[in-house]
């Protein structure tokens, strides 16, 4: 058994098949898990859904996004962002990054919004959060709605001691594998606001009539659900809903959440130290703002030894021979994915518009640039002795580079 599942984990999925996933045990794990992860971020509602990707396209639906509508999001992130964009048949519009942070720049987003604008996709990338209170006071005198994207992100913080995921309309978070928590596949959403909790519930819960922003159970009474009178869908949607199993895993995950967080944050801080340590300037980290709490997914810096001919490929190779895990690029900015690419001149079958290169929507420059030289640190150690591995592979690199340059 993996050392992130030794607890409540097996304990819950034996509740679930001992139940043989009967009608009186419906939605019982996810609404612990909802009731649980809500509570941990104060808000007043949560809906399980069945991945990251699925929970974003809930929230903009949520917020009403649509056809031909304007969507802004940072152009360093993962191509998932626009696939639920895209899915709601509106226009991705790229915000370029801040050079330090790699965070979506405040700057810029007020360039970028048009009277076709109608949601901010906000992402915390790497497990920091982005400057909300400068992203909100931009869209203040706007009815622009605001979804933060927190797959990264869990108990981030920024300088107002505020939850990542807490601050815009709606906070959507991952439980994909790699996350601080994980049931292998699976997402969440949050949010204060009973209306958009109930769009989001109904439209991941196949538009069941009886569902409720509190509440995804379909069989409340079966007088009504075994009527043939009963109609049982009143509006569209997908099946995005949370298998009980899933739900089990992240339940015991969220039990956890804090230690799992704290473990990142030990990691993320050793990797910090050590290139403070370093003459070398081969390393700079993503810069942290005044206050605010990094919970580091990855440890993300920007590699500066192209400028003294150190190839990218050659340090990662290295660090890998003295012991360190695999270290990861940043992905490619979205608009120059293939897929959106021909999206931009094809257009989809959703009925998002063609876009010609005249928009404007794709110049993010700075973003271009800081993707090509991002280096990706594992965060995910099991325990002291694994940190420090990385660690001495990392000084071990560092001090090779320094000794022959």
Same mark, same amino acid.
């Given at each position: 058994?993996?050392?992130?599942? @030794?607890? =409540?984990?097996? #304990?819950?999925?034996?509740? *679930?098949?001992?139940? /043989? ?20 971020? =104060? ?28 969507? &802004? %999001?940072?152009?360093?992130? *993962? ?33 970028? !919004? ?7 996709? *906000? *992402? ?23 979804? $933060? ?8 913080? /920024? =300088?107002?001691?505020? %939850? ?5 309309? !709606?906070?959507?978070?991952?439980? $994909? ?61 997908? =099946? ?15 039990? #956890? %959440? @804090? ?17 403070? @340590? ?14 605010? !709490? ?11 030894? $192209?400028? &003294?001919? &150190? ?24 608009? $120059? ?19 010609? /290169? ?9 973003? @271009? ?19 420090? #591995? ?8 560092? /001090? ?6």
């Amino acid at each position: 058994m993996g050392w992130r599942f @030794k607890n =409540n984990e097996i #304990k819950y999925i034996k509740k *679930v098949l001992s139940s /043989d996933f009967s009608s009186k045990s419906d939605m019982s794990f996810s609404e612990k898990f909802e009731i649980e992860f809500a509570k941990y971020h =104060n808000q007043k509602y949560a809906i399980a859904s069945n991945s990251g990707t699925s929970t974003l396209h809930q929230g903009l639906t949520a917020l009403g996004v649509g056809h031909g509508d304007e969507v &802004i %999001l940072p152009a360093l992130t *993962v191509a998932m962002c626009g696939f639920a964009i895209y899915q709601c048949g509106a226009v991705p519009v790229y915000c370029d990054i801040d050079p330090d942070t790699f965070l979506l720049d405040p700057k810029d987003l007020k360039k970028k !919004i048009t009277k076709k604008t109608k949601a901010i996709m *906000v *992402v915390h990338t790497y497990g920091l959060m982005c400057d909300m209170s400068q992203i909100l006071k931009t869209i203040k005198q706007t009815k622009i709605k605001v979804i $933060e994207d927190c797959a990264q992100c869990f108990l981030g913080s /920024d =300088n107002k001691k505020r %939850l990542a995921g807490t601050v815009g309309d !709606i906070g959507s978070w991952s439980l $994909e594998s790699s996350k601080h928590i994980s049931c292998g596949e699976g997402g969440i959403l949050t949010t204060n606001n009973k209306n958009f909790a109930k769009k989001m519930r109904k439209f991941g819960g196949l538009g069941f009539t009886n569902i409720t922003a509190q509440s995804g159970k379909i069989r409340i009474s079966k007088d009504k659900f075994q009527d043939p009178e009963w109609k049982r869908h009143d509006e569209f949607g997908y =099946n995005y809903r949370l298998s009980q199993i899933n739900a089990s895993v992240a339940l015991a995950q969220t039990e #956890k %959440l @804090k230690y799992f967080v704290k473990k990142r944050i030990k990691s993320g801080n050793a990797y910090k130290e050590c290139i403070k @340590k370093s003459k070398t300037k081969l390393l700079i980290n993503q810069k942290v703002p005044r206050g605010y !709490i990094h919970s580091y997914y990855t440890f993300a810096a920007l590699f500066e030894g $192209e400028k &003294i001919g &150190i190839k990218w490929k050659d340090f990662r190779k290295k660090f890998i021979q003295f012991g360190g895990d695999s270290i990861y690029a940043a992905w490619q900015i979205v608009s $120059e994915e293939p897929c959106f690419l021909n999206a931009r001149i094809k257009g989809l079958y959703s009925g998002s518009m063609k876009l010609s /290169d005249s928009y404007g929507w794709g110049q993010t420059p700075i973003a @271009k640039k800081t993707q090509k030289k991002i280096m990706q640190f594992t965060t995910n150690q099991k325990n002291d002795f694994e940190i420090k #591995k990385q660690i001495k592979a990392l000084k071990k690199t560092l /001090d090779y580079y320094e000794k022959k340059n």
